[in-house]
């Protein structure tokens, strides 16, 4: 099924309902949706919503936001993905590291100027949405390829790190950290600490973690079903939130609270606004908003690739620039944070049966139903115990193995994840994620820019020709065989000029160079160039350059230019042993 | 005798006289040099110091700098590059390019608040000279690939149209123009013409023009000897900067001056100075002496080359920059300006019959002598002749044809070239080059983020396995092979993984990837976890992947991690055609 309305898109001529699926992707499943289909999404639905209720109040305190921006952005925003987006298990909504990249966006100085923070973010989520989207329009989706997977775990790392120190103040009822390395702050810190916010708060982490592995474990060994077990584990934030809230209420006395808490969250779904127009803010916030787009678009492809891959789903990345883009103008309409696709709320939706996106649109359902009835409710949730839900939720995003480990397979990868995260630590968020793109750039242009090359001999009695400095072969003094292992660009035109200059020189009594090309796909201009360079500087020479083994697509170029006149008396041979036996005699 | 030096330098236990010359190439002709190579070199010495004198005196000016600082750039820097560089014969000095890059740094309004523009121009030869240092020792001169040669070709293009809209004025007698598209300004420069001045400017540059080539084509039809025919034509600039002079002071009255002059020039060597300590002005001049070290090294390389590649002498990279970079020193110790090899001068001192760099060094040594002795004569030197040289100099690096002729061969070289020239023209000098370089890595990176990929199949009763949407092959339902003909890299894996699924959502009778490696060179951790992640994907769906053609280096790589371990019962067949014997039946 899947397969065959794939093919209809990508045939030749679209039909008109073809193209609705390729701009609608939820006509794709929609039609041949089942009754079975949707009790696997109800469950799903309802359990994924129990996971985004305290996400969504607890990343909106992550970004320094009111609960209610992270519980909008938990409606509207995953409801569009559904109608947009290519994966049918992606859960968009509020997302840990796009938090506190917003939370670190908001608190600079000029940024506080600009007034009410709920605006600003909203701000953030608009232009969010139009990055991608432009991305999208442009196709330059492949661009976010920038971010390599080891920079990625390192500024994830990194991130994580940040925000499980932004949170310790929480978890013990102080509210914000933001002592440095001052030891008088930290006594100071400890004075404040609240015992009945700090009992709960620890025994949350304990709760949380329980719920996390061990009791998933535990009753799978009584043989409850799957479904159930999902479902009975990942209520634990919820859980925790709820009986959190309960306990302080009974505790608060007269004196006043006992623990810090949301406060109050306004009943009622939210207004669409448009009132946006701050032009000194959208300049400002710009560089933040296009660091939140990149990560957004990455970590959600990312996620959404794991779950197609296993069910054979294809992501199509343009549709998911187009799908997140529009979660995100949504979610500023209403009053929303910037949003992305969350890793373990995926997974969580994923594992609990999730087999259209109807499971989000029905988590978002409950949501609604939530802002607009359990408000009171939300009132009374500690800050503690939201701290501890993201704190057990971050932990595992800390990879410091993963980064060690990718050493032994390629150490510039290594030494660029450990820079992106010692960047993100001292730097900033924005600023180390800067580094680390910037670093894989370099290394990357620093090794193609030394591309393989080898002069090679002939295999004695055979076609074959390699290396002469790794196997016995036949070279001749009169004729050069030279082997490009790369495409030939500005990176590595000078390099490879160089080397066969080099090559030449060591050969007084040279008469041909042949270049083989077997590997070149592509040869830009300045490599052209080059190579008229080369031919002109051999002729003076009189040696004679010759190509061989020309790749179709290259050699349709080449005849467009004059260099193949040029050329001559230097030839282009189809195989590397017809240059042989017509030079080497 | 030039390949055997070079072959100790390069033998495995380099000895201390291969190691001296190495650090100092100039002992690598020094041992072996003639009576013969003397003559030579004078001679071209003289002719290349008759055009150093007014090019030095005329790149100050374009540098808004007074006359003194291009002349003492011209005496200690080509010396010690002399001394350090390895080629022949580069002309080290004042360039036109690089000028305007000053002129473009010392009139910023915070540049000039810093005082004295000699102190801010010694301080960017300082930083040039440092960068490019750095460079060697990081051994980093590959990443001046960045500018690609249509960057580079654009670039001085319209730097060329920014100084020839700069001397304008000066060619009339107006001084700078400053006009803009403002109308009225433009009038009240023509009232202020001076009209010697002009005189004496158009007559100069087609005295000028005639001297370039009508001159000396005139001169060999008369059997003359080509040294002198050069050494005639090439006297054109000092010719008409003498003549220009005398004529102005001859016809100077009592009323003043006639046209601008050069002024005063101190008489004298420069004292060498390391006053440089001014913190403030070094930080601010550092983004511009990034670009001038950038050009400056890629100027002089690409030249360098030209003449050594006729000669078959080797230029050795890494060295250049250090020559260059202890020029730009020298420049800064001894009051100049930052220096570069000039592609015009180079051409002269080589057609001049320079054999060594001792050709550089008389020209130094004639420098030398003219501040000592002729400063008075420098004195009358008009700014209209220079306007003249300069502009008769600059207009052949003007090169809308070539960049219009990018189009056939390769599109986006064409826009990166076109788009340098206008950013130049309207964002500035380094915010144009800035563009450019950016422009260049987009587009690359946009380019190997879509390897060619091919799916591929048996020719038929043959060992050659081809494109099936080209070639007539065979291919089987439940097996796939798939060719890819690029290093797997962050840049690409993305869009390769997706390749791969889209093919295999429309195959399901699947049960075997073959992945023919046969153009990687290497594989990256971010393409190797994707990897991973697609044998893990495809074993979910029961379908087996393995590779095919592993080269010997990434085969090394591969073993020292668990891919291969984890890839079973996937295998690594040596040949394409052993996998399909295997796979196929």
Chains 1, 2 share one sequence.
Not at 140 to 152: D, K
Not at 185 to 212: H, Y
Request: charged content about 15%; hydrophobic content about 50%; some cysteine.
């Amino acid at each position: 099924m899947i397969g065959l309305s794939l093919m209809n898109v990508s045939s030749n001529k679209p039909t008109i309902g073809s193209r609705l699926t390729a701009l609608f992707p939820i006509f794709d499943w929609m039609r041949d949706y089942q009754r079975t289909d949707f009790s696997s999404d109800l469950i799903a639905g309802i359990i994924t919503a129990i996971l985004l209720v305290p996400q969504g109040i607890a990343y909106a305190m992550l970004a320094g936001l009111p609960a209610e921006v992270g519980l909008y952005a938990s409606i509207l925003p995953p409801a569009i993905y559904a109608l947009l987006g290519t994966s049918r298990t992606l859960s968009v909504g509020p997302v840990s590291i796009a938090a506190i990249m917003i939370a670190s966006a908001l608190s600079a100085p000029e940024i506080i100027d600009q007034g009410d923070p709920v605006t600003n973010a909203m701000i953030l989520a608009a232009e969010t949405g139009v990055i991608l989207s432009l991305l999208s329009v442009f196709r330059m989706g492949t661009l976010v390829n920038f971010i390599s997977h080891p920079v990625l775990v390192g500024f994830t790392s990194g991130a994580a790190l940040l925000i499980m120190y932004s949170q310790l103040g929480h978890l013990f009822g102080i509210g914000k950290l933001s002592c440095g390395l001052n030891v008088d702050c930290f006594e100071d810190m400890f004075q404040r600490i609240k015992p009945v916010a700090m009992t709960i708060g620890i025994l949350s982490v304990v709760t949380l973690i329980f719920f996390n592995k061990p009791l998933s474990r535990l009753l799978k060994h009584c043989n409850i079903n799957a479904v159930l077990v999902t479902a009975i584990s990942k209520s634990g934030p919820l859980l925790v939130v709820l009986v959190g809230a309960l306990i302080a209420s009974k505790l608060a006395t007269g004196n006043g609270i006992v623990a810090p808490t949301v406060g109050s969250v306004p009943a009622g779904l939210p207004n669409f606004s448009i009132d946006l127009i701050y032009a000194d803010t959208w300049q400002l916030l710009l560089p933040a908003a296009v660091f939140i787009a990149l990560i957004a678009y990455v970590e959600s492809i990312a996620i959404a690739k794991v779950t197609a891959n296993i069910k054979r789903q294809r992501i199509e990345p343009n549709q998911e620039l187009i799908a997140l883009g529009s979660a995100n103008l949504a979610a500023a309409l209403t009053g929303g944070m910037p949003v992305a696709g969350g890793f373990s709320r995926t997974m969580v939706n994923f594992s609990a049966g999730a087999v259209t996106q109807m499971a989000m649109l029905i988590a978002a359902g409950i949501l609604a139903c939530a802002v607009l009835f359990f408000t009171d409710v939300f009132e009374n949730i500690l800050k503690t115990s939201l701290a501890a839900v993201i704190l057990v939720a971050i932990a595992p995003l800390v990879k410091p193995y993963a980064i060690v480990k990718y050493w032994s397979y390629d150490h510039s990868d290594c030494v660029a994840a450990a820079l992106t995260l010692v960047g993100v630590l001292t730097l900033g968020i924005e600023q180390g994620l800067g580094l680390g793109i910037a670093i894989t750039l370099l290394s990357y242009l620093w090794r193609t820019s030394r591309p393989h090359i080898a002069v090679v001999g002939e295999v004695a009695n055979t076609e074959h020709y390699r290396n002469i400095k790794r196997h016995d072969v036949t070279t001749w003094p009169h004729l050069l065989l030279i082997r490009v292992d790369e495409n030939l660009t500005f990176a590595n035109a000078g390099y490879i000029e160089n080397y066969i200059h080099y090559e030449v020189i060591q050969r007084p009594e040279l008469r041909h160079v042949v270049l083989i090309f077997a590997s070149v796909s592509y040869i830009d201009t300045t490599a052209l160039e080059a190579l008229e360079n080369l031919h002109t500087s051999l002729a003076t020479n009189t040696i004679i350059l010759h190509l061989a083994e020309v790749k179709g697509p290259v050699m349709d170029k080449l005849i467009q230019t004059s260099f193949l006149k040029k050329l001559t008396p230097g030839k282009v041979f189809f195989r590397t042993r017809e240059a042989v036996t017509e030079l080497a005699s």
